[in-house]
Every structure is written in C-alpha cells, then in structure tokens.
C-alpha cells in the first residue's frame, strides 16, 4: 500500500539555520504531495503543494520539489524563524481512482532557539 | 468565511460511556475525514464520507462509528469508549481526487 516516511525528529536549529526535512514516499500511480505544518494546540495547516512530477510547491520561504525519479519530496527553507517552530507532516492523496485520502508521515518536530 | 468546526476541543469521559464529536464544516465538500493523532503514530484514518449516506471504515475504525446525514456535518461516535482511545481527534474536509484537506482545531478526548 501507499506509505510515506520522514526523517525522524525532533529537529533541533538555531534561528537562521538551513532546514532540510526528508520525505520520501511509496505509491503506484502518480499521486499528489503535501506538506502540512502543526503549530502546538492547533489543528494541521497546508503548508505547500505539488500535483505532478517536477513541480515545485513553495509558501512562507518553505519549498519542496516533487522528484519521482527519487520518489521525494524534501521540504527546506533557507533560514529558519523561532516562529517556524512546529510538527511538519509529509503525505500523498492518490490522483486516480476514487482513493480521496490522504497518507501521512509520522510527522517531524522541528525546534528553531533564537 | 468558510471553516470547519470540532467539538467539544476537550472532553473527559469514563470507561463504557458512549461519546459523540462533532465535526461541522461550511466548505460544502463532499469529503470528510475522521483522524486521531498519538503521539509515535502520526494520524491515523478512523472514518471517512465522500458524500451524504455514503461512510467507510479507515486503518483504525474498531469501537467507532460515523453517519452522513448531510453535506456538512459527520459526528463520530466512541460506542463503548476505552482507555486507549484517549487521544487528540481531528476532522478534516476536501474538495475532491487531489485537493488538500482542511483541519478542524481538534478535540482532546481522555478516558479515565
């Protein structure tokens, strides 16, 4: 089945630091990828996007470049804010069939100290 | 705007009682999702709709419920609640094949 795996955390930066969080996935077909942020206490927000190979999804300085050759989807930001503090969850949604649902990653913590 | 609304956020209930969370969303999406979130995990699918009348059983469905009455609202139901479904309860929303999902705020369910 589809599955998706992300770098283990936590992930611990001083603030300006470049950030790198792995994910790669496992699926037939050529699904759609995400990366959604957790800010403590809150629900999952989208963070950025991409629907087909080669694209590139970018949002907040965040970007992410959907390689199918690698099967990856690796988020990086060049310089990292306190405020960028949060769990960060990879995940695929099938493009074909009637498959609607999302498959996450078991979610990365990220800690940026001033 | 449009949003999605969960609640109670916070719940406490005791063994064997029989517990309902709402799940409200204003997108008018036919997709709506049920999640927990534990911690080692990540989220986990309990339930899912693509439309009015319409339910599926997700990874983790054991001892839960939902119905689809209507286009904005999927209530999820803990039967018989145990202790190991203390957990963080997320719904979720979509437009179609594709699209992201939107995320209610949560609701913190403990069972004593």
């Known amino acids: 089945g589809d599955s998706v795996t992300q770098m283990e955390g936590p992930v611990t930066l001083s603030e300006e630091a470049f950030l790198t969080i792995n994910c790669t996935y496992t699926a037939t077909g050529y699904p759609s990828l995400f990366w959604y942020v957790q800010y403590p206490g809150e629900g999952l927000q989208l963070l950025l996007k991409a629907t087909k190979a080669d694209d590139k999804g970018s949002n907040k300085g965040f970007e992410a470049t959907y390689r199918k050759e690698t099967t990856s989807f690796h988020l990086e930001k060049g310089s990292v804010q306190v405020s960028d503090s949060a769990v960060y969850f990879c995940?695929?949604?099938?493009?074909?069939?009637?498959?609607?649902?999302?498959?996450f990653g078991k979610g990365t913590l990220l800690t940026v100290n001033p | 705007d449009a949003e999605i609304t969960q609640s109670p956020r916070h719940k406490i209930t005791e063994t064997g009682r029989q517990v309902t969370l709402a799940c409200h969303q204003t997108w008018n999406h036919n997709n709506m999702f049920w999640y927990r979130q534990d911690l080692g995990h990540g989220l986990r699918l309990i339930h899912y709709s693509y439309g009015v009348q319409d339910t599926n059983k997700g990874e983790v469905s054991d001892g839960y419920s939902v119905s689809r009455s209507n286009t904005e609202d999927l209530p999820l139901t803990l039967e018989s609640a145990a202790s190991s479904q203390t957990s963080v309860y997320f719904c979720?929303?979509?437009?179609?094949?594709?699209?992201?999902?939107?995320f209610g705020p949560g609701t913190r369910l403990t069972v004593t």
């Open positions: 995940a695929l949604s099938k493009s074909g069939g009637s498959n609607y649902k999302l498959t």
């Open positions: 979720a929303s979509s437009r179609g094949r594709g699209y992201e999902q939107y």
